[in-house]
């Protein structure tokens, strides 16, 4: 498969049957799955991520069955492929995954996904996730997913928690989080507002959170 003006993408050489010219995500999907009974490790895991590039749902079976039954590197290689389908169900692995940090691939991958989720019903996995995994990259990939994407009430504890981490952009991507669900002002920042007002801002929703916040429902979506 070339491009004869950007380059080249890599595959493996066993292809699906030839489904004809008219549906062109079918036929790349087809190959990309005879890719993952290739005997090459290199060329199955390329096969798995060009699954995800196409990001369809109708990959999940067999990426499912590569996790359950793949090596190490295929099976974790999967589980971000799955995730680039929208597919929600292998946050639990995810959460073990990450359990150990998000520095080396296909971890950092995975936990980088993370910030495109927009379920609402993988919020309950996605505040287990911040509640146990320790990688920075995974902190603001799902303060993130949490704060500006899926906008959930239920998030708000997990977000006013983080209003004191030790990252800065975490911290601020925690403020803007309960800003979008909240509406308080006293988690808003002006409309033009400046680096040095972040830091007071901060301050402020933490004391609205210890004095008002904490005390109201927010289990519900």
Same mark, same amino acid.
């Given at each position: 498969?070339?491009?004869?003006?950007?380059?080249?993408?890599?595959?493996?050489?066993?292809?699906?049957?030839?489904?004809?010219?008219?549906?062109?995500?079918?036929?790349?999907?087809?190959?990309?799955?005879?890719?993952?009974?290739?005997?090459?490790?290199?060329?199955?895991?390329?096969?798995?991520?060009?699954?995800?590039?196409?990001?369809?749902?109708?990959?999940?079976?067999?990426?499912?069955?590569?996790?359950?039954?793949?090596?190490?590197?295929?099976?974790?290689?999967?589980?971000?492929?799955?995730?680039?389908?929208?597919?929600?169900?292998?946050?639990?692995?995810?959460?073990?995954?990450?359990?150990?940090?998000?520095?080396?691939?296909?971890?950092?991958?995975?936990?980088?996904?993370?910030?495109?989720?927009? *379920? #609402?019903? !993988? @919020? =309950?996995? &996605?505040? +287990?996730? $911040?509640?146990?995994?320790?990688?920075? /990259?995974?902190?603001?990939?799902?303060?993130?997913?949490?704060?500006?994407?899926?906008? *959930? #009430?239920? !998030? @708000? =504890?997990? &977000?006013? +928690?983080? $209003?004191?981490?030790?990252?800065?952009? /975490?911290?601020?991507?925690?403020?803007?989080?309960?800003?979008?669900?909240?509406?308080? *002002?006293?988690?808003?920042? =002006?409309?033009?507002?400046?680096?040095?007002?972040?830091?007071?801002?901060?301050?402020?929703?933490?004391?609205?959170?210890?004095?008002?916040?904490?005390?109201?429902?927010?289990?519900?979506?």
């Amino acid at each position: 498969m070339i491009d004869d003006c950007q380059g080249a993408l890599t595959i493996s050489p066993l292809l699906g049957r030839d489904l004809g010219p008219s549906d062109w995500p079918a036929q790349m999907e087809a190959d990309f799955l005879a890719g993952l009974n290739d005997q090459d490790s290199a060329a199955r895991i390329v096969s798995i991520q060009r699954l995800g590039g196409l990001q369809l749902p109708s990959s999940r079976d067999a990426l499912h069955h590569v996790i359950e039954n793949g090596n190490d590197a295929d099976s974790k290689w999967a589980v971000y492929a799955a995730l680039r389908t929208g597919d929600v169900s292998i946050l639990p692995r995810v959460k073990q995954l990450l359990a150990n940090g998000d520095r080396e691939l296909p971890e950092w991958a995975i936990a980088m996904q993370l910030r495109f989720v927009s *379920d #609402p019903a !993988a @919020v =309950p996995d &996605l505040i +287990a996730i $911040l509640q146990s995994a320790p990688g920075e /990259t995974t902190q603001t990939c799902v303060v993130t997913a949490l704060g500006q994407v899926l906008k *959930d #009430p239920r !998030a @708000v =504890p997990s &977000l006013a +928690a983080h $209003l004191s981490d030790s990252s800065p952009s /975490t911290s601020y991507l925690a403020l803007n989080g309960l800003m979008n669900i909240t509406q308080e *002002d006293e988690c808003t920042l =002006p409309r033009e507002w400046k680096e040095e007002e972040v830091e007071p801002r901060v301050a402020r929703c933490k004391i609205w959170w210890e004095q008002v916040g904490k005390f109201r429902d927010w289990s519900q979506n």
